[in-house]
């Protein structure tokens, strides 16, 4: 039983990566989360006390960072500026939390020779065309689009600078789109759903023919808990379960689920410079620690994501006209 930093916390992964932790290990958990508009108390709210903690704080803080590292075990740093869309309109809070936050983990770890475990994502790479018949795989060169994914390539790009200069002990996952409950409404499947809720049509950037590679945000966490407690140092895990969807085929199976008709939808503004198909091979993962998603039903894990957004509008409320006066200012 040792103590888990989980950086990014009371984010979207992050508190499903806590809820992970209390259910299938004996571990404590130090949540340090500086609540920006993505983060909310709410996702920790009825955890237990006695083994979850709230800090507020930002990552990019030296000397509360290397105070808390030096009282963990292990290190998980979900914590990020993630929203392409931002990235877009305004880049600096990217460079500053995503570069500066990963750099002051770093030092820390580095210290107080601690486990450190990097979060990233498959946007890395860059993208790949739709006939396209490779994956990215951990050997892929790095090729990212956006200030957002240039920001995360960096962050990834220190932690191996570190392990190979410092022998900071340190793996890295970069996994692909993640879904499931807890996921902020500026994203394209809350977004959708919470937008039919209240009675608005779905929002389709341009023609929707860009690929994403859905998985559970579970399988996600699963996968993470695995590489920390098996995986070997210095090394990369690409996170992916098989899920390619393109987005025009996401929002039909939306509104279907949702009981609209199958067109019910706009064409809104494309992202500028937006990635048109993302694919992982994460065979290294399956072969070498025998991880394996248990959400293979897009549809079924879709249903159940949209009953909890149903069932949990106090949650998403008061963060929705907020994020859809953002979108209205880029035509989205
Ligand atoms: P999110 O935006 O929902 O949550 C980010 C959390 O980090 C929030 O709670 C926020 O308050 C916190 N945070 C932001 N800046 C901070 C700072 N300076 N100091 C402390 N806390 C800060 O993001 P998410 O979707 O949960 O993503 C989590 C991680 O997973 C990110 O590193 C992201 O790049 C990566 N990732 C996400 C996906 C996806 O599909 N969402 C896929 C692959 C990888
Ligand atoms: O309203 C929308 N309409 C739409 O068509 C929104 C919000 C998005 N989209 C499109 C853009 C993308 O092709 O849907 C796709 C998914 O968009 P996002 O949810 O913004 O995700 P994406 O840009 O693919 O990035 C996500 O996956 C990788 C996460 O936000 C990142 O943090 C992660 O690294």
């Avoid at 590292?69 to 305004?90: G, P, T, Y």
């Avoid at 107080?112 to 795989?137: A, M, N, Q, W």
């Avoid at 991880?291 to 998403?316: C, H, K, S, V």
Wanted: charged share 25%.
């Amino acid at each position: 039983m040792g103590t888990y930093l989980v950086t990014g916390g009371a984010g979207f992964i992050g508190t499903n990566f806590v809820r992970h932790l209390l259910d299938h290990t004996e571990h404590r958990v130090i949540v340090l989360d500086a609540l920006t508009y993505a983060g909310n108390k709410a996702s920790l709210e009825g955890l237990p006390a006695d083994r979850v903690s709230l800090v507020v704080g930002n990552v990019c803080d030296a000397d509360l960072v290397d105070r808390l590292v030096a009282d963990s075990d292990v290190v998980v740093h979900f914590a990020a500026e993630s929203h392409n869309d931002n990235s877009l309109n305004d880049p600096s809070p990217f460079i500053q939390t995503n570069l500066v936050g990963t750099f002051t983990l770093l030092q820390a770890v580095r210290k107080h020779d601690k486990r450190y475990h990097h979060i990233s994502t498959d946007e890395v790479y860059g993208d790949l065309e739709l006939d396209d018949p490779e994956r990215f795989h951990e050997t892929t060169p790095y090729n990212p689009s956006s200030p957002y994914s240039s920001s995360k390539a960096g962050s990834d790009l220190l932690v191996r600078a570190w392990v190979r200069s410092f022998g900071v002990r340190a793996t890295i996952s970069n996994c692909s789109n993640n879904y499931g409950p807890f996921q902020h409404v500026e994203k394209f499947i809350p977004r959708q759903v919470t937008n039919l809720i209240d009675g608005v049509r779905p929002k389709l950037y341009g023609a929707g023919q860009n690929v994403r590679d859905w998985i559970h945000v579970d399988d996600h966490n699963a996968a993470v808990l695995r590489i920390i407690e098996s995986g070997r140092l210095g090394e990369t895990y690409l996170i992916g379960a098989d899920g390619e969807k393109n987005n025009k085929d996401v929002i039909e199976l939306i509104l279907q689920l949702m009981g609209q008709p199958a067109d019910a939808y706009d064409h809104v503004n494309d992202r500028p410079g937006h990635d048109m198909r993302y694919a992982i091979d994460s065979t290294k993962l399956r072969t070498e620690l025998g991880w394996q998603p248990r959400f293979r039903d897009f549809e079924a894990g879709l249903a159940a994501t949209i009953d909890w957004y149903r069932a949990n509008e106090a949650w998403w409320r008061p963060m929705k006209e907020a994020t859809e006066a953002k979108y209205a200012r880029t035509g989205q």
